[in-house]
């Protein structure tokens, strides 16, 4: 169904009538829990968060954050199974690149690239940890009751 058509004086008007009222001015975003999960999703398909943007973002990032970031994702994968003695490996691997990456960082002028880095580097190791001792603990307290 096409929109209405509009003649060439009438969008003037209908453009200086939206510019006098502003309504963008007045906008607050969606309310509903609905509304809002459909609006976090606009980055994933057209925005910055697009699989093809992770990617570049992933591969533009130096080896050492790479390797650091998947030992991140594998020792929370062990966490989910229960495995407690790989999990004790990849622990320790982590624990090694995690001090590696920090005297890189003490050692280097920082760039503001490098200090994004670094921050999060430091942001993944805290969210990882977490989330291991999360799982360990639950996984104690269902032995213990």
Request: positive net charge.
């Amino acid at each position: 169904m096409p929109g209405r058509k509009y003649t060439e004086k009438q969008r003037i008007e209908r453009s200086n009538a939206i510019n006098e009222i502003k309504p963008w001015k007045y906008t607050t975003g969606p309310k509903s829990i609905t509304g809002k999960g459909r609006s976090k999703m606009n980055a994933m398909t057209h925005g910055f968060n697009t699989k093809m943007l992770q990617d570049f973002r992933r591969l533009s990032r130096r080896k050492e954050v790479r390797e650091f970031e998947d030992l991140c994702r594998e020792l929370q994968k062990l966490a989910k199974n229960g495995n407690a003695e790989k999990m004790q490996l990849v622990s320790d691997k982590l624990e090694e690149k995690f001090q590696k990456l920090l005297e890189y960082y003490d050692k280097a002028t920082l760039t503001p690239e490098l200090q994004r880095e670094a921050l999060h580097t430091n942001m993944m190791m805290l969210k990882t940890m977490t989330f291991a001792i999360q799982k360990e603990s639950m996984k104690m307290c269902d032995m213990v009751f």
